[in-house]
């Protein structure tokens, strides 16, 4: 099935370090979801974007949409252990109320 | 809890058996959507129902499978003749009608095929 492109695929950080990740496609898109997913346990959303250019934020994650509307941007700011796990993008184009979700990063914390 | 429940959490079966999956959504939520997740991949989109009616189904979901909503509430996803390439996690996810409508997500039923 079709997927978006994540970078990058995985990352080691150390705990309060920046983090910055990023979701391409091909194809235009309205709405950008960013979700973390924990071994064994669906997905949880983290952000919602609606507009191109938009910046939103939740608590130390911060997201972009960006502003060609192909791509889409998540930083976590100060990480902490509990920030390991795996990020996922998911897209919406007009004409289908359907996601299409990215390829995830992997993100382990190193206290 | 009112959150997206499924049912069951896991399921092992042999090949050639059928299985069956449940998923009750929030209650406020029009749409339900399927996805399949495989280890190591995010979800794949499987199908999604707007109320009662199935509106868009994936070339994923071969005639093997099959996915109801027959009062626009709960969801049934039945496959036919398990085969080993069918284990992966099933996943399903609601929300409100509406353009960009956030996907909540339940836990999951993982399917395992011996």
């Known amino acids: 099935g079709q997927q978006l492109n994540q970078s990058p695929q995985s990352m080691f950080i150390q705990e309060g370090e920046d983090v910055s990740m990023n979701c391409t496609s091909s194809?235009?898109?309205?709405?950008w979801l960013w979700y973390k997913q924990d071994p064994g346990e669906g997905p949880v959303l983290l952000i919602a974007l609606y507009k191109a250019g938009e910046l939103t934020s939740n608590g130390r994650l911060t997201a972009q949409f960006g502003i060609t509307r192909k791509d889409s941007f998540l930083n976590i700011s100060a990480s902490i252990p509990s920030d390991v796990g795996i990020y996922f993008c998911?897209?919406?184009?007009?004409?289908?109320?359907?996601?299409?979700f990215g390829t995830g990063t992997r993100l382990k914390v190193l206290a | 809890d009112t959150g997206v429940s499924q049912d069951p959490r896991h399921k092992i079966t042999k090949r050639g058996q059928n299985v069956t999956f449940r998923c009750d959504p929030i209650?406020?939520?029009?749409?339900l959507y399927w996805y399949r997740q495989t280890l190591g991949q995010g979800p794949e989109f499987l199908t999604y129902f707007q109320n009662e009616a199935q509106l868009e189904k994936s070339r994923l979901l071969s005639d093997r499978f099959s996915a109801e909503r027959p009062k626009g509430s709960f969801s049934t996803l039945e496959i036919q003749r398990t085969e080993q390439g069918d284990s992966a996690m099933y996943l399903c996810?609601?929300?409100?009608?509406?353009?960009?409508?956030?996907?909540?997500f339940g836990e999951g039923s993982r399917l395992t095929v011996l």
């Open positions: 996810a609601s929300s409100l009608i509406g353009p960009g409508g956030e996907l909540f």
């Open positions: 998911a897209g919406q184009s007009s004409g289908t109320y359907k996601y299409i």
């Open positions: 209650s406020e939520h029009n749409r």
């Open positions: 194809s235009i898109f309205n709405t």
